[in-house]
């Protein structure tokens, strides 16, 4: 996740103060990645350092102003504004596709392939207990979704994203039940791994 | 739980050890096999499974359109094995609306006749099943189509006026399977937001349905395989106590 173009986007838009950057973040996203304001000031600073905002003391309208003998108050009192070498930045950065080998490694998939080859586990189990979890998180999404209102377009859009993911894990998931299947036909309705041969192998279902 | 006490609180669907065999000795098919299953008003359940699993079976049984093998099925608490021909039309006329991939409309009627038809079939006065197939139709948004054939309507609204006709008048009980099968993705939602406003006010829905996107606006989601439930969302999962000893 890009906080640092994130935060540019939002400057795009108008100059503002830090900790308005960080409430503007959670509102566009809804709150599916919640910064700390700690976050948004390291990287304002790496920001300005760079040369993509330039930092004002005083309200965004106006700009400049004079400072404050209080730092912990300067620092809020600062407002933040791109510059052009910034929105240069924001421009490649909606240019380029995000590259899918950059994201996070699946773990499920390395679950589900380690469980193959470990022995005494139940794969189908496994297979089923993630999919009811996955669905139960789709059931959440959908709940917020109902709530979410017609103008929080960009929420709304995050949302989807989250279900059209969990979406495709489910179709993954009875993509490979069914190979399993194929490969090593279970008995029927065998949902839950055996207690003895079970017990020290790591928990099936992420916390 | 069912208890004698009150129309509103038994489940207005109920499924008992429910099987259902086609043929018999070696080549038999178990397509149902003890299930258990219960809905109650405002209750949306959704069912998943693999192609084969027994959906379709599982629905035709719970709308009396086909026979149990063994087990029970109670609609609004009135067992569909004890009925008579006749009566069984009339619960199905009266209490379960059916939903199809493929609408299933009549193409000779307009909206409102098709809506109204099986209030007319029940022996309602033609202008009080049309003043209920008119609010049905305004419950799901269409009553502008009311005088439209079905060739004059596009899916999304086809699938509203057979949503409309599954719950007009008294009928309760929604039984839809895979009623966005032959919709694009934005129309099978605004469906699927329809079929749960409709639950919500008080409708009982069972829905078949193979995308988890869909399944995922019902309460429960049951899955299906090899004619028996192996999971539901409403339950708890077993599986952390099973293992917490082992995973610390
Ligand atoms: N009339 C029938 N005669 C024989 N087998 C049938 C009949 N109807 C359904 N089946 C079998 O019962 C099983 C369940 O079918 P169905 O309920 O249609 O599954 P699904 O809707 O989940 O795809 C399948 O194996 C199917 O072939
Ligand atoms: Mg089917």
Redesign the interface.
């Known amino acids: 996740m890009s906080i640092r173009h994130g935060l540019l986007a939002l400057l795009h838009r108008q100059p503002m103060y830090g900790y308005q950057l960080r409430s503007e973040f959670e509102a566009t996203t809804g709150s599916t990645w919640p910064l700390n304001v700690g976050q948004v000031y390291t990287t304002l600073g790496r920001l300005e350092r760079d040369g993509c905002v330039s930092a004002n003391a005083g309200s965004p309208a106006h700009g400049g102003g004079g400072g404050s003998e209080d730092p912990q108050g300067e620092e809020l009192q600062k407002t933040y504004a791109i510059t052009d070498l910034g929105r240069t930045e924001l421009t490649l950065w909606f240019a380029t596709p995000v590259s899918r080998a950059r994201r996070p490694r699946d773990e499920l998939a390395i679950k589900l392939a380690m469980a193959l080859v470990a022995p005494a586990v139940d794969v189908a189990a496994v297979v089923q207990f993630q999919r009811t979890d996955t669905l139960r998180a789709l059931q959440d999404y959908t709940r917020l979704k109902t709530k979410a209102e017609d103008g929080e377009l960009s929420w709304l859009l995050v949302l989807d994203s989250l279900i059209f993911a969990a979406e495709a894990e489910v179709r993954w998931l009875d993509h490979c039940e069914a190979r399993l299947a194929r490969h090593r036909p279970t008995r029927v309705g065998m949902v839950v791994p055996p207690v003895t041969t079970t017990q020290n192998l790591p928990k099936p279902v992420p916390s | 739980m069912t208890t004698a006490s009150g129309r509103d609180s038994q489940p207005v669907l109920q499924l008992r050890s429910l099987s259902r065999d086609h043929g018999t000795g070696a080549t038999a098919v178990h397509a149902l096999r003890g299930l258990s299953l219960s809905v109650d008003a405002g209750e949306l359940v959704a069912v ?1 499974g ?1 192609s084969g699993s027994g959906k379709s079976t599982l629905l035709a049984l719970a709308g009396g359109l086909d026979t149990a093998s063994s087990g029970q099925v109670l609609v609004e608490g009135a067992d569909l094995g004890g009925m008579s021909r006749r009566d069984l039309a009339r619960l199905r006329r009266r209490s379960v609306g059916y939903v199809f991939q493929d609408f299933n409309l009549l193409p000779a009627l307009t909206a409102i006749e098709n809506v109204s038809l099986p209030r007319e079939l029940d022996g309602t006065p033609a202008r009080t099943a049309r003043r209920e197939a008119l609010a049905a139709l305004t419950d799901v948004g269409v009553s502008e189509l009311a005088d439209r054939f079905p060739d004059a309507m596009s899916g999304g609204q086809q699938q509203r006026v057979a949503i409309a006709r599954a719950l007009v008048g008294p009928r309760r009980l929604l039984l839809a399977d895979e009623p966005t099968g032959a919709l694009d993705s934005e129309t099978g939602e605004s469906v699927l ?1 329809l079929i ?1 406003r409709r639950c919500d006010d008080g409708a009982a829905g069972l829905l078949v349905t193979h ?3 869909h ?4 309460d429960r ?1 049951v ?1 299906l ?2 004619g ?1 439930m ?4 409403g339950r708890v ?4 106590s ?6 610390g």
């Open positions: 998943m693999p937001r749960r995308e988890a996107r399944a995922a606006w019902a989601v899955f395989r090899d028996t192996i999971d539901d969302t999962s077993t599986v952390d099973l293992l917490a000893d082992g995973a």
